[in-house]
């Protein structure tokens, strides 16, 4: 039995596994070689690369059970900079020893079953040799699991805790074991990771792995040998990768690769000795950030002696900058922020003492300071604030830039709250702003660093936010919100809500901008808590007794939040009911943009969009400019991984008609990622009131006690609050608010006061003049440091990988200028005295800017940095000098400059990229390496560049019909060469054009090198060497020129300035006899002699002039070119073609139709049908252009569904008023005409020299030694009559060989038609264009037409204009409109644009050989139009229809509300029928505004029922208009008054004259511009600023449509009978004719009430005869009902309003409309 047991135990034994577990002897040392390395480049071979190797010996000793010592032996550190693998590493001896140093002592460890506990290292030892040693222990660090032999798990590394998988493989038989393990490092719990500057970029958690743009792995392999004890490891490799994807490329990575080798030597039995000093505990094996977060990604400063060093580099930036070197100073600068992050308070304090009064170093200073963000110089700006020591402007730059900058701990947050109750920036409300904002902003940024933000934190701006609602401080709630929202806090929700009323009703009485900001506050929140600021948002969004603005911003607000499907359904189904229209077209046009997005991280919301506005009705789309809109653009590239938003919310109020909230706003995208890059809002109220006369007493007339008194009898009227103008805008960057400001009306009042005061503005101009005599002269800098973005993470290694980007910006000008004013001005000065001044002005400007950004990936500290390195720079530099005199009398003004004398260059992009490496030792020996190896070029012969092929070929830059003064050398010269290597990487070419005559080309150069030839991905295409520059270059002349003229004289003067050119006449007589024998033959051919007759004749005129003159200029050529093809080729397409072969050549896009439906296409059709009553068409085989009509029914009805591009244009200078316009298509000859008169446009004889002067002569010229002046003139004629006015411009050379010209003519030939020509070349007839625009008709509807004729233009126009078209049908098709491939008027594009509704249009397109067209198109404002227009009511010849147009427009924008029997249409357009009760006023329209201006009434009258009566409440007139015997009366304050004599108030605020039939009352000042009165109708036209302070019938001019039935409660009626009767004023019983008064009524039957019964009560008050009168005549109304049980003691006597109880029952009961009286009592 006994042996049994023994051999099951022994079974057992053998059959478990061997103890994996690695573990060292306390008698041994063991002895490892170790390698490692870590390179940066980019994927593939043939590029540069950069990296460091670590090689030493390792001693490893266990002193106790955990415990282990570590000794580093002859350590050697080496650099790599060169061609992997074919360059050596290079030893770096200096820094070998420095880190040699730091290993000198041992390190201790603690080591248990397989993983490292802490790490403790001497005290002194840098952070950079700690993290040495972790990277060593890292590779020890192993996890056995003893029954799995494949597992994964969470493991602590040196990266963090993150995701492992470990494969054993275990061969028992040989005592050995292979362990792998790999890790994704994407997928890590805690990782190991510093971002600095990335506080505004926000992550997408949602987004798929896949689309990351930083993937990295680490795999180790492991060789164990079982011992005694355990397992001992016998070798160990890692190799970590990082890839670096900035496009979505496979191929097109950046690498980071780093290996690791540990391999066993030598087991000795001697311990190493214990280290003679105290050890400290260094933590775990997670890597430590320390000095590399100090050191930015430039090159490495060995630091001494910072305070002397920083003097020293700001001195050098100074000479820098005053040396032009903007690139050096820029470097320089990025130094003098290295320093300063270095550098105590103490020095700081030192070198401002020394820095501070010299302007050349302060700017500097103060901007390095900021851009540092030390905890010391943080504390040192706020205490030169607090000591006064900066100004209020340079405060104001600083403070943003500080705040922005600065590093968070809590040593700047101590110092940030004490900015806030610094008195100094108390004091000024600008700083107090920018501090509140900016402690929000650095709360947000700490927050976002720990998972629980501090309460204390937030409770300086909780704290404000208590003490402005205490004190009623409006000014001071937006602030606190503001800077809340900047903190984005969840803590901060419930502060938030007390501002809101739908969660506390005691905010109500706040103003609507604090519920808007409330709102705005929970945006930044929503990121970390968007399910909460989605329900508050909501349920914001959803109340209805909010203002529209503030729904509106929930609105944007919750699709912040990203919302799911069930929620933006919920909000598309509470849309179909939603009462306000301002609400329902925001949020569907913002759904409607959401729905077009193409950004990934939008993807579900877009979806979501796209299905609820297929809930919504399609009339949303078609509203109005008056509703609030959406305007979204976006784009997005997958294969750059980048995309952008750009969103306006236009937001109007009911008491605007334009929007009163406008918010723009910029995002970017970025793989995963998302910024808010600038957002700029502006908000208005109640502007309309600056454009009024403030100095109307109104509460002091009679109209305003009367409409007090008038309130009482209307129940529940409430007067419109007060609103103060008010102007808000703010600026957010990145997300962050910066700055905002509240403009009241104290504030408008005051810069209006200073802007009028008469009192001193003569004197401040005449002190600016003097100081602008005096001269102004100085140098500006402007240095900031435009960001800092790192990401740095670590390695196996131990040192960290960096990718980061860093960029400054540099702005600077130099400026002398001195002006000399002559006489000089006196005393008693006035303005009109510069009109009779000479000045001098003498100026040399020097402006440029310069921005450098570096971006790098790889090893960056303290002691070295080893990666690749780029670098783009644009540079951007001017130089103005000039010499100017100026003579206002003579309207003379001479502008002189020097000519190129050196070479300048004006712009210049560059950018290149290095493997560089640089140590802390070594710093003046830095290796860099060009990425591209340089060796591979092949070599190319010193030869100049030739001309490429497209430069030779016709359109290219070098032209031979150019004038004189550019082509007497204007040349053009194209250097290109392609410098092949495995399909080539070089490129270069340099374009330029010589102006000799100036003295001066202009070249641009493109010089490129990358590395695609490798890979053809877009990171290779941007790795290398890329520079882009213009150049302005002097060019060597046969004669020197001494200056370079432009004079300009104005006025009666101009034709003395004209400079005569003797060869300019230079064609003879002959040559003009030839061409008048030409012309008479085609005269006679043609038939047009009457046309060439007036031309001939003006042309004898023209060079009779010219020879007494002795000008340069010359006439456009009178030789025409015919429109008869382009006529008859456009009338070929005139509808006999099949109807099936229009459908087979139309192409429809109707997917993308923008609010358009077929239904609105369909009808607009059949009206355009309908108003025509022939058909007029032309021949196809008759090209006469004779009309063939035909009024058979049949053939209109065949031809009345054309569509819109048959229809021809009418002009309506040609219409015939007694017939209608004709829909098919007007003959060829319409078109022949039309083509006529533009070919008049540019042949036009008539030179205006014959008869005119010239009011404008120009001439610029090259001032030459001993040479005659070269260059242009330029030559203006103007012609203005009443109706027609022209302009001609004539340029010309002044060089005498030269015949180049150009001539341009404009001129209005009718109040029609306007028309223009240009011609250039040699004597203007190489080339012409020419135009035309003109109104009329296309169909039944007023149009206009523009259209281009281009007989002949440069080949590089041709060539642009077929590089344009090529785009034009794919732009069409993706815009939604229709296209036809026919063939039109060749050289020839026609636009006709018909005006089908006043909020719709028909476009046309025409071009050579395609036809664009589209119906029934949405115009964003309402033009006064109706389909149907007789041509009888087009504007008369004596107008000018564009002026007209203009003014038409202005005229709809008004609101207008009329009473025409029983038909009332209201402001908002809503027309319903109201039969009134006779004799009883009803309020009409009344200002319901605080100010109560006006108040109009209307009664129906008894003896008929067609007529009625008005009453005008006025100021203090009581106007009253009647009809009696059949004839308009009019009284005034109870007095007969006549009416065929105007009628003007003592302050002539109020006109009242005859029109028509009737009377027409104007009061402008009060609110009434216009009130229309015949005794059937009443019409009224208010001013534009009372939109939404009106009430009564005409209702409030709100936009509101869904509102219409207001009641002066405020109650929605039923139905528009209880709306009208609403609005009746109750007059005593006794005097009054009117015999109704309004009683809440009570329904008399028994209704059941919740099963129980009940008694019901009027919600609104019912019209009722008065007591003693019985109802004649009854109409039923709908009225709602507030029931309460049987046995309550609510009773109707005494009943007050009750709308503010539940609405129980609706229920239809009798309203009296007529009443007989058998008796009253009423006193004697």
Request: with cysteine; charged share 20%.
């Amino acid at each position: 039995m006994k042996g049994l047991i023994l051999a099951l135990v022994l079974a057992l034994v053998g059959g478990q596994k061997q103890n994996l577990e690695p573990g060292f002897h306390t008698s041994k040392t063991y002895l490892y070689d170790y390698k490692s390395f870590i390179l940066h480049g980019l994927s593939g071979r043939g590029l540069a690369m950069a990296g460091v190797r670590l090689t030493c010996k390792l001693e490893i000793s266990r002193v106790s059970r955990s415990d282990h010592l570590l000794q580093i032996r002859s350590p050697k550190l080496e650099e790599y900079n060169g061609f992997w693998p074919t360059d050596p590493f290079t030893p770096s001896s200096r820094l070998t020893e420095t880190i040699t140093a730091c290993f000198s002592q041992a390190f201790k460890f603690e080591y248990t079953e397989g993983r490292v506990g802490s790490i403790f290292a001497p005290e002194d030892c840098p952070i950079l040799c700690t993290n040495l040693v972790r990277g060593i222990l890292n590779m020890m660090q192993i996890t056995i699991k003893k029954s799995q032999n494949v597992y994964e798990l969470q493991e602590a590394g040196i990266e963090g805790i993150c995701q492992t998988r470990y494969i054993i493989q275990d061969d028992s038989k040989n005592n050995r074991a292979a362990i792998s393990k790999s890790k994704d490092l994407t997928d890590c719990q805690e990782k190991a990771v510093k971002n600095m500057g990335m506080a505004y970029i926000r992550p997408c958690p949602t987004c798929p792995l896949k689309v990351r743009n930083i993937k990295g792995t680490v795999m180790f392999t492991y060789k164990m040998k079982y011992d005694d004890s355990g397992a001992l490891m016998t070798s160990a490799t890692s190799e970590q990768l990082y890839q670096i994807l900035p496009f979505n490329e496979p191929n097109g990575a950046a690498v980071m690769e780093a290996r690791q080798e540990l391999s066993l030597i030598d087991i000795k039995r001697t311990p190493i000795s214990a280290p003679k000093i105290q050890l400290q505990n260094q933590g775990s094996l997670l890597y430590h950030f320390s000095g590399e977060l100090l050191q930015m990604p430039i090159p490495l400063i060995r630091i001494k002696n910072p305070d002397l060093q920083l003097t020293e580099t700001l001195r050098q930036l100074v000479q820098n900058n005053e040396e032009g070197a903007t690139k050096e100073a820029s470097a320089k600068f990025l130094q003098a922020v290295q320093l300063f992050r270095i550098v105590n308070l103490d020095q700081i304090e030192s070198l401002w003492v020394q820095f501070a009064n010299d302007l050349s170093y302060r700017h500097w200073f103060l901007s390095a300071i900021c851009a540092a963000g030390a905890t010391d110089t943080f504390r040192f700006l706020k205490q030169k604030i607090h000591e006064e020591k900066l100004n209020i402007w340079e405060a104001a730059a600083t403070l943003p830039l500080a705040f922005h900058f600065v590093t968070l701990n809590k040593q700047t947050l101590e110092v940030a709250s004490a900015f806030l109750t610094c008195p100094q920036i108390q004091k000024v409300p600008m700083h107090r702003i920018i501090v509140y904002l900016g402690y929000g902003s650095m709360v947000n940024k700490y927050c976002a660093q720990t998972s629980l933000c501090p309460n204390e934190l937030l409770q300086p701006l909780h704290n404000l936010a208590t003490e402005a609602t205490s004190k009623g401080d409006v000014k001071d709630m937006a602030l606190a919100l503001k800077a809340i929202g900047n903190a984005g806090e969840p803590a901060s929700i419930k502060r938030i809500l007390k501002f809101l009323p739908t969660f506390s009703p005691a905010a109500a009485s706040l103003p609507n901008r604090i519920h808007a900001d409330a709102v705005l506050a929970l945006r930044k929140i929503a990121r970390k808590d968007p399910a909460k600021v989605r329900e508050i948002s909501l349920q914001v969004f959803m109340d209805n007794t909010l203002a529209p603005n503030v729904r509106m911003v929930a609105c944007v607000v919750l699709f912040e939040t990203k919302p799911a499907l069930p929620t933006v359904t919920a909000m598309a189904s509470s849309l179909l009911t939603e009462p306000s229209l301002q609400v329902a077209s925001f949020t569907y046009s913002h759904m409607k943009a959401l729905a077009v997005g193409r950004i990934p991280q939008l993807y579900n919301l877009s979806a979501a969009c796209n299905i609820a506005i297929k809930l919504l009705s399609p009339r949303l789309d078609r509203l109005s400019y008056r509703y609030s809109k959406v305007i979204h653009v976006g784009t997005y590239s997958s294969e750059y991984q980048a995309g952008a938003i750009w969103r306006v919310y236009l937001m109007n109020s009911p008491s605007t008609i334009f929007p009163s909230d406008i918010i723009t706003k910029v995002r970017g995208y970025y793989a995963n990622t998302a910024t808010d890059i600038i957002e700029v809002a502006l908000r208005s109220q109640s502007l309309t009131k600056l454009i009024r006369k403030q100095n109307i007493p109104f509460a002091e007339y009679d109209t305003y006690k009367t409409l007090k008194e008038l309130s009482k009898t209307l129940l529940g009227w409430k007067e419109l609050p007060p609103e103060d103008p008010l102007v808000s805008p703010y600026v957010k960057i990145l997300g962050q608010e910066i700055a905002f400001v509240d403009i009241d009306k104290e504030d408008i009042q005051q810069t209006m006061m200073s802007l009028t005061r008469s009192a001193n503005w003569q004197q401040v101009v005449k002190k600016a003049l003097k100081e602008v005599q005096q001269g102004i002269s100085g140098r500006w800098t402007l240095p900031a440091m435009v960001a800092e973005l790192r990401h740095i993470v670590p390695t196996v290694v131990g040192v960290p990988l960096e990718l980061s980007l860093c960029g400054a910006t540099l702005a600077q000008a130099a400026a002398d200028v001195n002006v000399q004013v002559s006489p000089p001005l006196s005393d008693n000065f006035r303005p009109s005295q510069l009109l009779e001044t000479n000045m001098d002005i003498h100026a040399d400007i020097k402006p440029k800017a310069y921005f450098h950004m570096i971006a790098m990936m790889g090893i960056n500290t303290q002691y070295f940095q080893s990666g690749l390195e780029f670098h783009a720079e644009f540079n951007a530099n001017a130089t103005t000098k000039f010499d100017a005199r100026i003579n206002m009398k003579e309207k003379n003004v001479k502008i002189e400059t020097p000519p190129c004398r050196q070479e300048v260059e004006l712009a210049a992009v560059r950018s290149e990229i290095y493997a560089i490496s640089r140590n802390m030792e070594e710093v003046d020996s830095e290796k860099k390496s060009q990425l591209l190896p340089k060796g591979e070029v092949p070599s190319i012969p010193d030869q100049p560049f030739q001309p490429s092929e497209r430069s030779s070929r016709p359109g290219s830059w070098k032209q031979s019909n150019i004038p004189s003064v550019i082509s007497k050398g204007c040349q053009q010269g194209s250097e290109e060469a392609h410098h092949h290597s495995v399909g080539g990487r070089s490129y270069a070419r340099i374009l330029c054009r010589k102006f000799e005559s100036l003295g001066c080309s202009a070249c641009l150069s493109l010089k490129s090198r990358n590395s695609a030839f490798l890979r053809n991905t877009y990171l290779h295409k941007l790795v290398g060497e890329l520079e882009a520059k213009i150049v302005l270059k002097p060019v060597h002349t046969d004669a020197d020129i001494d200056k370079i003229q432009l004079e300009i004289q104005a006025g009666s003067k101009a034709a003395s300035k004209i400079i005569d050119v003797a060869s300019s006449g230079s064609k003879g007589e002959d040559e003009t006899s030839l061409y008048e024998d030409i012309q008479a033959k085609l005269k006679k051919i043609l038939g047009i002699e009457k046309v060439f007759k007036v031309a001939n004749k003006t042309q004898h005129r023209k060079r009779r002039v010219h020879r007494t003159e002795k000008t340069t200029v010359t006439e456009p050529s009178a030789t025409p070119f015919s429109s008869s093809s382009s006529s008859s080729t456009a009338s070929s397409a005139d509808g006999k073609e099949p109807r099936n072969k229009h459908k087979e050549d139309e192409i429809r896009q109707s997917g993308k139709k923008r609010g358009s439906s077929s239904s609105g296409r369909r009808s607009s059709s059949s009206s355009a049908s309908s108003a025509s009553s022939k058909i007029c068409s032309s021949s196809g085989e008759d090209r006469s252009g004779d009309r063939h009509c035909t009024g058979d029914s049949e053939y209109f009805k065949q031809q009345a569904n054309l569509p819109v591009y048959q229809f021809w244009f009418k002009p309506a200078d040609e219409q015939d008023p007694g017939k209608e316009v004709l829909n098919s298509s007007i003959s060829s000859s319409s078109s022949s005409a039309s083509d006529e008169g533009i070919s008049r446009a540019m042949s036009q004889p008539k030179f205006l020299g014959d008869s005119k002067p010239p009011i404008l002569a120009a001439v610029l010229r090259a001032i030459r030694r001993n040479e005659q002046p070269v260059g242009l003139q330029l030559v203006v004629y103007t012609d203005t009559e009443p109706m027609r006015s022209r302009i001609q411009v004539f340029v010309s050379s002044i060089t005498g060989s030269s015949r180049w010209k150009l001539c341009a003519d404009a001129s209005v030939i009718n109040s029609h038609k306007v028309s223009g020509s240009l011609k250039w070349g040699e004597d203007c007839q190489d080339y012409q264009i020419a135009t035309q625009i003109a109104t009329g008709q296309l169909a039944a509807y007023p149009a206009m037409q523009m259209k281009v004729q281009w007989p002949k233009v440069p080949s590089i126009v041709r060539t642009t204009a077929r590089w344009f078209y090529s785009f034009l049908p794919g732009a069409a098709y993706g815009l939604g409109y229709s296209q036809r491939q026919q063939r039109g008027p060749s050289r020839q594009a026609t636009l006709v644009i018909a005006l089908t509704s006043p909020r719709t249009c028909d476009v046309v397109l025409t071009l050579p050989e395609l036809t664009i067209y589209d119906r029934a198109i949405r115009l964003p404002l309402p033009f006064p139009s109706s389909p149907g227009t007789p041509i009888s009511t087009l504007p008369s010849p004596d107008q000018n229809g564009f002026s007209q147009g203009t003014l038409s427009i202005i005229e709809n924008l008004k609101a207008r509300c009329s009473v025409f029997q029983d038909t009332i249409t209201t402001f908002n357009g809503v027309a319903f029928n109201y039969s009134m009760p006779a004799n009883c006023y009803h309020v009409v329209v009344q200002d319901c505004s605080p100010e109560m201006k006006f108040l109009v009434m209307m009664k129906r009258l008894e003896e008929s029922a067609e007529l009625i009566a008005i009453n005008v409440r006025l100021a203090s007139h009581e106007v009253d208009m009647y009809v009696s015997n059949g004839l308009i009366r009019l009284k005034i304050n109870g007095v007969q008054a006549p009416t065929d004599v105007p009628y003007t108030s003592n302050s002539g605020n109020m006109l009242i004259s005859s029109e028509k039939e009737g009377l027409s009352l104007k009061a402008p000042d009060y609110g009434i511009d216009k009130l229309y009165y015949d005794g059937h109708r009443l019409e009224i036209q208010v001013a534009f600023w009372m939109a939404g302070k009106t009430c009564g019938i005409c209702g409030k001019y709100d936009a509101e449509k869904e509102r219409e039935y207001q009641m002066p409660s405020g109650y929605l009626a039923k139905d528009a009978v209880s709306f009208g009767q609403s609005w009746i004023i109750s007059e005593d019983p006794c005097a009054g004719a009117c015999k109704l008064q309004r009683k809440f009524v009570k329904i008399e039957k028994p209704v059941a009430f919740e099963k129980v019964a009940a008694k019901c009560f009027s919600m609104e008050p019912v019209l009722r005869c008065l007591e003693g009168c019985s109802a004649t005549r009854t109409v039923p109304v709908s009225v709602g009902f507030h029931c309460v049980p049987a046995d309550s003691t609510l009773k109707l006597e005494g009943q007050i309003r009750l709308d503010q109880k539940s609405e129980d029952v609706v229920s239809v009961v009798s309203a009296h409309t007529a009443c007989s009286c058998q008796q009253q009592s009423c006193p004697a």
